[in-house]
């Protein structure tokens, strides 16, 4: 073989090996993303499970019928109109 029919064969050679470098590289990144995106799916699991438990209690509290006398009470109170003093205590929002 000549010089030049071996400058062929080692860039053909480059060529494959940097082909199979790449292919590695991309199944790594796509590996990676996968669990990356397993991770992210687990904690959003998580957090709707947390959520429905939140969900849960609040259902609970709002269907107890005014059991709990103080929920009872604070209850009635808003009905209650606010005295005129309390009113000029009071500043706005804005």
Same mark, same amino acid.
Do not use: C, P, S, W
């Given at each position: 073989?000549?010089?030049i029919q071996w400058t062929a064969v080692i860039i053909v050679a480059l060529v494959f090996v940097s082909g =199979?470098?790449?292919t =590695?590289?991309?199944?790594? *990144?796509?590996t990676a993303v996968n669990k990356l995106n397993d991770i992210s799916s687990q904690k959003m699991e998580e957090e709707i499970l947390s959520m429905k438990?939140? =969900? #849960?209690? &609040? *259902?609970h509290i709002v269907t107890d019928n005014?059991? /709990?006398f103080a929920l /009872?009470? #604070?209850i009635e109170a &808003?009905?209650?109109p606010v005295p005129k003093s309390k009113k000029e205590n009071i500043s706005p929002l804005v």
């Open positions: 073989m000549h010089g =199979i470098i790449k =590695i590289y991309r199944h790594k *990144e796509k438990d939140r =969900i #849960a209690v &609040l *259902e005014y059991q /709990n /009872n009470q #604070a &808003l009905d209650q």
